[in-house]
């Protein structure tokens, strides 16, 4: 299995500028997830999908944030317009809901916004 | 909601030392608690879960204990190496796919 995949690997991007970041879950599971990670916050969710639905995204930090999840193997994140302040890691994970929930993170995606 | 909270923030180790790293949750309703481990530059990892039907659970150099009636769980890792520095992850969970709430992380060194 590859595991949750996402892209770019590094973003760097000037403010005002839009962002949109990828996520493909592993295949099969159902709950997706995205987080951002600094070290002010840690780990902060910022919304998630079961069967493609967003369920909670009361984490989303502004309107300037949105995503999607138009099918079970796709998911982005998009910033509109990216300011400076929303620099960090941002991560995926996926989880298949009947096996127990674990979530698997993939590698992220580390965003400066200059 | 619930509120996950991890204790120590930073711990250093001698390698072959033990690691402890504890937290402890708010919600009774929690029933699902994983244990991530963080390298540098890479995505948290699951390394062991736990159930709140289950006491104590272990993989090799590693387990975790659950105490439901006190709210809090733990990590030990014994016979400590090099590899095993990173920062780690509690979290908790009510239910299956649903969101996890994490601890503020413990960066564990293990000196050689």
């Known amino acids: 299995d590859a595991g949750v995949i996402q892209s770019p690997r590094h973003e760097v991007t000037e403010m005002g500028q839009e962002v949109t970041l990828r996520c493909k879950p592993i295949s099969g599971h159902n709950s997706l997830f995205w987080y951002r990670q600094t070290m002010m916050r840690g780990l902060e969710l910022l919304i998630y999908?079961?069967?493609?639905?967003?369920?909670?995204d009361s984490g989303m930090p502004e309107d300037r944030f949105s995503a999607k999840m138009p099918n079970a193997s796709f998911s982005t994140l998009k910033i509109q317009p990216s300011e400076p302040r929303d620099s960090a890691v941002y991560f995926c994970a996926s989880s298949l809901r009947l096996a127990g929930g674990a979530q698997y993170f993939g590698p992220g995606t580390r965003l400066l916004v200059l | 909601g619930e509120n996950v909270e991890q204790h120590p923030s930073t711990l250093s180790v001698q390698e072959g030392d033990s690691a402890v790293i504890k937290c402890t949750y708010s919600?009774?309703?929690?029933?699902?608690f994983p244990w991530y481990k963080q390298e540098l530059g890479k995505g948290p990892q699951l390394i062991i879960d736990i159930r709140s039907n289950v006491g104590e659970k272990k993989d090799q150099r590693i387990a975790v204990t659950l105490n439901k009636t006190a709210k809090h769980f733990s990590l030990h890792i014994t016979e400590t190496q090099p590899e095993d520095s990173a920062v780690y992850f509690c979290a908790a969970s009510i239910g299956t796919g649903n969101q996890f709430y994490f601890g503020t992380g413990t960066s564990l060194t293990v000196i050689p």
């Open positions: 919600d009774s309703a929690s029933n699902y």
């Open positions: 999908f079961n069967n493609n639905v967003p369920i909670d």
